[in-house]
């Protein structure tokens, strides 16, 4: 690409509204995507590196 073409491009400039973006995730949703929340996200990651260092610990101790 060069400075010609790059002039060429046009803009637009977006508004994003609180009202937008509730239309977005239910169209979203309507699709069959799931939106998790951050704190749903990192309680996931959390349990489940909880799971996988229990049963590292199994794996390496046993079960005496």
């Not at 790059?6 to 995730?25: A, G, R, W, Y």
């Amino acid at each position: 690409m060069n400075d010609k073409e790059i002039e060429k491009i046009q803009t637009v400039n977006v508004s994003v509204t609180p009202e937008s973006v509730d239309l977005h995730v239910q169209i979203m949703r309507e699709n069959g995507y799931n939106i998790m929340k951050t704190y749903s996200l990192y309680s996931r990651y959390f349990v489940i590196f909880l799971l996988g260092m229990y049963i590292m610990g199994i794996v390496l101790y046993g079960t005496n």
